[in-house]
């Protein structure tokens, strides 16, 4: 998932990039890798693939001799939102992208706006390993077509500091508690509090799915702990981890289980739990952009991604969800057990994976609408 903002000017072109009329009728516009920044090329290297995806997602790739058998020189790009991706392609990352990791819940919109070509699970020797709840997702096909394969996955827990946090909280609503005032931790992370805030505020158990009226509620509560409980309204979940690590915050209305990660590394030690309202759950995807110069290396790469020994690396420095199960029994028995890959379908009963709002008008609220949303908790 990575260390995710958004600012208000990315918001107001996401709300542009992200209809789906628009994003098919702008494939074209831009040509050349310029667009995208530029990737340095290196005279070393007989091969240069691209890749876009958050920092720290580049650890599996780096793991063992896939780059240096093929002889491949490296280029990744780190993102800052999922929505970065979708507006890179767009300016230029058409036919100069390799590879990119993309949250689950995109894809529908990125395959039907032509973003990404087709994957074929037979040329993915280690697909048949993967956990196949993540796999028959029919949000990852698009007609009948496979358009990601998923490789990693987590929740958005509640964090809190077990220092001063005696009793593990019960929901949601108990980091509104007096003991907490100025001390919540929050994400500008649009879509990770929408998978939260819109059951707990509603009852729903897809937040996603709103009349524009809950909508408008649950951006409310939202800014009523912004405004009158929280510390701050971080970037990133890594300046979440610090604030912790400072002792400035003792719970948060958003969180990742990679935060605990990072506050360890401060010597903070930081405990999450999944309160009964549930959490959101996301899953990332590989995915192959339209017109990608080298899709053989593009297919070695994704396999080399999803083996065991990549994953395993990538799970326990990061203490992520990973996907093949051949990887479980190579995991710490604690990581093991916090992601119940014995028992993933209980698990996913309380972190749930959830659409993004539809992007035509209807009976729910649009992604549009809720990005409009949005910008008033921002501003708030």
């Given at each position: ?21 628009r ?7 831009v040509?050349g890798?310029v ?13 240069t693939?691209t890749w ?14 896939f ?11 780190f ?5 970065e991706?979708?507006t890179?392609?767009?300016a ?6 390799d ?11 990125m ?17 048949p ?6 796999t ?22 509640l ?5 001063v ?6 929901s949601?609503?108990?980091?509104l ?5 100025g ?10 509090n ?10 729903k158990e897809?937040?996603?799915l ?7 509620k ?20 890594g300046?979440?981890?610090d604030?912790?690590?400072?002792n ?25 739990t ?12 590989l995915?192959?952009?339209k ?7 593009a ?10 020994e ?9 203490s ?5 199960l051949?990887?479980?029994p190579?995991?710490?028995p604690a ?7 014995s028992?993933?379908d209980?698990?996913m009963k309380?972190?749930?994976l959830q ?8 009976e729910?609220?649009?992604?549009d609408d809720?990005?409009?949303e ?7």
């Amino acid at each position: 998932m990575g260390e995710r903002n958004i600012d208000a000017a990315t918001t107001l072109a996401l709300r542009s990039s992200l209809s789906r009329r628009r994003a098919m009728a702008g494939l074209a516009a831009v040509g050349g890798i310029v667009a995208l920044g530029g990737f340095p090329r290196s005279a070393r290297a007989s091969t240069t693939m691209t890749w876009m995806g958050w920092q720290g997602y580049e650890t599996p790739i780096l793991t063992g001799d896939f780059l240096e058998k093929n002889d491949i020189d490296f280029q990744p790009t780190f993102i800052s939102s999922n929505e970065e991706i979708i507006t890179k392609l767009q300016a230029g990352g058409i036919g100069n992208t390799d590879l990119i990791t993309m949250y689950f819940g995109y894809l529908p919109l990125m395959a039907e706006g032509g973003l990404l070509e087709p994957i074929d699970p037979a040329r993915i020797s280690n697909f048949p390993d993967l956990i196949p709840q993540f796999t028959s997702q029919g949000s990852i096909r698009h007609q009948g077509q496979l358009m990601g394969v998923p490789w990693n996955w987590g929740s958005l827990p509640l964090m809190y500091d077990p220092a001063v946090v005696s009793a593990k909280p019960q929901s949601w609503l108990d980091i509104l508690a007096d003991e907490h005032k100025g001390k919540v931790a929050m994400v500008d992370d649009p879509l990770g509090n929408l998978l939260i805030w819109g059951t707990v505020v509603t009852g729903k158990e897809v937040g996603t799915l709103l009349t524009k009226e809950e909508m408008a509620k649950v951006i409310d509560q939202l800014i009523e702990i912004k405004t009158k409980h929280a510390r701050a309204f971080f970037p990133t979940y890594g300046d979440m981890a610090d604030a912790f690590a400072r002792n400035e915050v003792t719970v948060s209305a958003i969180g990742w289980e990679a935060v605990a990660v990072w506050a360890a590394g401060k010597g903070k030690t930081i405990e999450y739990t999944i309160p009964k309202e549930g959490t959101g759950m996301f899953m990332d995807c590989l995915c192959i952009p339209k017109d990608c110069p080298h899709p053989d290396l593009a297919y070695g790469m994704i396999d080399h991604i999803v083996s065991p020994e990549p994953q395993r690396v990538f799970a326990e420095e990061q203490s992520a969800g990973i996907t093949n199960l051949k990887t479980v029994p190579k995991l710490s028995p604690a990581l093991a057990e916090s992601y119940q890959y014995s028992d993933i379908d209980s698990f996913m009963k309380r972190a749930r994976l959830q659409p993004v709002p539809p992007t035509e008008e209807g009976e729910y609220a649009t992604y549009d609408d809720f990005l409009a949303e949005y910008q008033r908790l921002q501003k708030a």
